[in-house]
């Protein structure tokens, strides 16, 4: 019923979300598309922003193009635009907070996902700036069946402004699966993502233990096919948006950088060592500046052990120098 089916996630995002929202009605597409949107039980009036945003531009007087439902975990609203006729919105606000829980919400989105051939990807706190993105990523993708995962550039919005990070190319492209895993999850922006739907099934299990979702997602859309840049820019990413994961404490602590540890030594494994190189460059560039947030001693050894298995990383005399001096400037400006 739908070419693409948007998964938009948002929590505490009311000051935000309506950006996003209005990406997703401007798109203009010859196909429709379903935006599941997902608000995780916020505390600061984020599903009233949705539901008002829902009630003037969706036709919820139609009976045959909308619903509401009161679900075992939350509430479902659904209608079509007023306007913008292949553009549905399906709107999930959830009675508990999964995140918190480390409950699945993906489940409750299957009525739209089957229905589905393209999933897209844009929290609650970034947003699409091109009203072309869904139809150029289609586009392309449905000439190019060997393509599993489109992508393209993004703005950064942090407090100080604008810029443009992450990756950036002269022209359109193909990523190698060794530069998507050497240059880390940052190097994609996730509003940018547009992945056919067979990619959410049979995962390999260092993508079922990985703690995060968008990097390692990038990895198999590469492993299992072609990934394809788009070099214009058509989205925005929010940097470190209070209370979104790009926050600096949750991505640097102990037990996410172990846990990220323990997910890429699954993916050396499952594919038999061919990418062990950017696995480990990828590793070590992440530890080595979590050591200095985090302080912890496995984080050290861990890095040494590194140095130890390819010395082309890092001197390992050089390391040890290094370590000594940067703790010593930090001692010093603590005291």
């Known amino acids: 019923m739908y070419k693409v089916c948007i998964q938009c996630n948002a929590y505490n995002h009311s000051g935000l979300i309506e950006d996003a929202m209005n990406g997703f009605v401007m798109q203009k597409t010859d196909f429709p598309f379903v935006a599941a949107i ?96 869904l139809q150029k990523q289609v586009d392309y993708m449905e000439v190019h069946p060997e393509c599993c995962m489109a992508a393209c550039s993004a703005i950064w919005r942090t407090e100080e402004g604008y810029q443009l990070c992450g990756c950036q190319k ?43 979702g968008d990097f390692p997602l990038q990895i198999l859309g590469a492993l299992r096919g072609t990934l394809h840049f788009f070099q214009e820019t058509m989205c925005a990413y929010r940097f470190r948006v209070v209370g979104s994961f790009s926050d600096e404490h949750r991505v640097w602590s102990a037990d996410f950088l172990f846990a990220k540890i323990a997910w890429m030594k699954l993916l050396d494994r499952d594919t038999r060592h061919k990418y062990r190189r950017p696995i480990y460059f990828n590793l070590f560039n992440t530890c080595y500046r979590g050591l200095f947030i985090t302080r912890q001693v496995g984080l050290f050894k861990y890095l040494t052990a ?30």
């Open 38 to 133: 997902v608000d995780d039980a916020s505390t600061d009036g984020t599903p009233r922003v949705i539901t008002n945003f829902f009630e003037r531009n969706f036709n919820i007087e139609d009976k045959t193009v909308s619903s509401r439902k009161d679900m075992g975990y939350g509430t479902v609203l659904f209608a079509r635009h007023r306007t913008n006729l292949n553009c549905y919105f399906a709107i999930l606000l959830l009675n508990e907070n999964h995140y918190s829980q480390r409950k699945r919400k993906d489940p409750y989105l299957k009525p739209w996902v089957d229905n589905s051939e393209y999933i897209a990807l844009c929290e609650g706190d970034d947003y699409w700036t091109d009203s072309l993105k």
């Open 170 to 212: 002269q022209r359109d492209c193909d990523l190698s699966t060794d530069e998507v895993i050497r240059k880390g999850g940052y190097y994609l922006a996730t509003a940018s993502l547009l992945f056919r739907k067979e990619l959410s099934r049979d995962w390999p299990l260092w993508r079922r233990k990985a703690n995060v």
């Open 306 to 335: 590194l140095i130890k298995s390819d010395h082309k990383f890092y001197n390992a005399a050089q390391f040890r120098e290094d370590i000594k001096s940067r703790l010593t400037k930090n001692h010093h400006s603590n005291g």
